[in-house]
């Protein structure tokens, strides 16, 4: 099937598998571009030279198209860009809005740039410094989230630029994928859907949990890091949701400090980065601390299996999942359903004209 996406980055078939922390690794990724889909190494988590390890392990994989999901308000983005481009990354995905630089710099070195976007005058912006499409990521998707429902949102931004719009959040079918296309997306984007994969090197005892979750355990809290974040409802989460700011407060303390020693970064260049992200944002500093809780709770429960420690983050439609397929399983299952469909749908409208 092709779309405006699959011309723009060079896969089969208008699917991505997005960008997620501790989730989206070289496995992952290499998996779904083998099943013709696009997917996205999560770099946030990752120091600059394990990403780039990371994309060669992809590259040794695989030959087909993949991306590399960034923050522009990382102090070293620019060396990830460097990775990206040295290392010939067919698209660069960003998480929260890019800078007009770092879109620039990519576009020279002929970097597919598709941030991901929550809001519509988000999406025009990047439209404005030259992105080549955007995800769009309605209210129900995981993680990181808005309150706009993607049927609201995802017409909203396909009328508001001239761009290729990708849809995301709540998508997990071939169902899905039709509807996307009818509000004139050019494909759909999936996050839990992909972290429920064989292929994904999510612990079975995670896996077993969204499997096993309806779609009211799945909320919102801003008690991880102080910004609406979609995920399951666990025990970890309403103790989070008790605790007073001090106890929050100590904690997201240590965890910033775990994170330091994993990610590389010297305090200075984290407070660097925590000054970034209050920027033009009402944060205080307390939740700037409280930010650096998301890698290390997710990374306990995406890497180490501890449901009891861990935060699972998740999209609603971890509630109407209930299956493990392998990356090409999926794919061609969701392929096969659109195709199926949208037969259906123009027999249907021609024998209402005949
Ligand atoms: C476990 C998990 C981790 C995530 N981590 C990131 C991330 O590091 N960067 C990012 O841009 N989005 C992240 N997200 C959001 C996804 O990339 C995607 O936009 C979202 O999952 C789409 O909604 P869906 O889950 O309904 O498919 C994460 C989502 C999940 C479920």
């Avoid at 995905?93 to 740039?113: D, Q």
Wanted: hydrophobic residues 45%; aromatic residues 4%.
């Amino acid at each position: 099937m092709e779309t405006a996406l699959t011309r723009l980055t060079g896969v089969r078939y208008p699917l991505v598998q997005t960008g997620m922390g501790w989730v989206a690794g070289p496995r992952l990724v290499s998996a779904t571009a083998n099943a013709g889909a696009l997917g996205i190494l999560a770099s946030a988590t990752m120091t600059v030279d394990r990403l780039r390890e990371a994309v060669r392990e992809v590259k040794s994989r695989t030959d087909a198209p993949f991306g590399v999901n960034l923050r522009a308000d990382a102090s070293d983005a620019g060396d990830r860009v460097r990775v990206i481009v040295e290392e010939g990354v067919k698209v660069a995905s960003f998480a929260l809005a890019p800078s007009a630089e770092l879109v620039a710099e990519l576009k020279a070195a002929g970097v597919v740039v598709i941030p991901t976007v929550g809001a519509r005058r988000h999406a025009e912006k990047v439209a404005g410094w030259g992105a080549d499409a955007v995800i769009v990521q309605g209210g129900e998707g995981g993680g990181h989230t808005g309150e706009v429902a993607t049927t609201v949102l995802l017409p909203q931004v396909v009328d508001a630029v001239r761009i290729p719009v990708v849809a995301a959040g709540g998508f997990f079918d071939g169902r899905g994928l039709v509807a996307a296309l009818a509000y004139g997306a050019a494909g759909v984007a999936m996050g839990t859907r992909f972290l429920l994969t064989s292929d994904s090197t999510v612990p079975d005892a995670v896996k077993a949990r969204y499997l096993a979750a309806t779609v009211r355990d799945v909320t919102v809290t801003r008690a991880v890091d102080g910004l609406p974040h979609r995920m399951l409802r666990t025990e970890l989460v309403d103790s989070l949701e008790r605790s007073g700011r001090t106890t929050a407060l100590l904690r997201a303390v240590r965890h910033a400090a775990a994170f330091r020693r994993l990610s590389g970064l010297s305090w200075p260049r984290m407070l660097r980065d925590g000054r970034a992200l209050r920027h033009g944002k009402d944060l205080t500093w307390s939740q700037v601390l409280l930010a650096a809780n998301t890698p290390m709770l997710l990374r306990a429960s995406m890497v180490e299996g501890r449901t009891d420690l861990g935060v699972m983050a998740s999209g609603q439609v971890a509630g109407v999942i209930d299956d493990l397929p392998s990356c090409a399983e999926l794919v061609d299952r969701t392929m096969t359903e659109a195709a199926q469909i949208m037969g259906a749908l123009s027999a249907g409208s021609a024998s209402m004209r005949g």
